[in-house]
Nanobody
Framework: QVQLVESGGGLVQAGGSLRLSCAAS???????MGWFRQAPGKEREFVAA????????QYADSVKGRFTISRDNAKNTVYLQMNSLKPEDTAVYYC??????????????????WGQGTQVTVSS
């Protein structure tokens, strides 16, 4: 059973930074990892994804240039560095593991394991 545990969320002022981490217990070999978020009253949305190799990444337009996804396969950990945070970035952030290998999916229905989420709140 794969377990994903996020950490690093919190309260930050607009313009500030946070770094989220997602540690996987096992089973990330060959798998892309993604970050998604869900704000109150809204649908869950894609934020960023990174290929197993780390050489390819994808970002939502709303976070391009501000967020950076990375991974350390030796530690089974994926990161999301969030800079220049805005109040509209407030949400619960989830990491997820791709359900297939050697791909880089952007849709949440292509991910099979999810973390419990970590709250990010950006005050204005």
């Amino acid at each position: 059973q794969v377990q994903l545990v996020e950490s690093g969320g919190g309260l930050v002022q607009a313009g500030g930074s946070l770094r989220l981490s997602c540690a996987a217990s096992v089973g990330t070999f060959g798998r892309a990892m993604g970050w998604f978020r869900q704000a109150p009253g809204k649908e869950r949305e894609f934020v960023a994804a990174i290929h197993w190799s780390g050489s390819s990444t994808q970002y939502a337009d709303s976070v391009k240039g501000r967020f950076t996804i990375s991974r350390d396969n030796a530690k089974n950990t994926v990161y999301l560095q969030m800079n220049s945070l805005k109040p509209e970035d407030t949400a619960v952030y989830y990491c997820a593991r791709s359900g297939s290998i050697w791909t880089l999916p952007l849709s949440d229905n292509e991910y099979d394991y999810w973390g419990q989420g970590t709250q990010v709140t950006v005050s204005s």
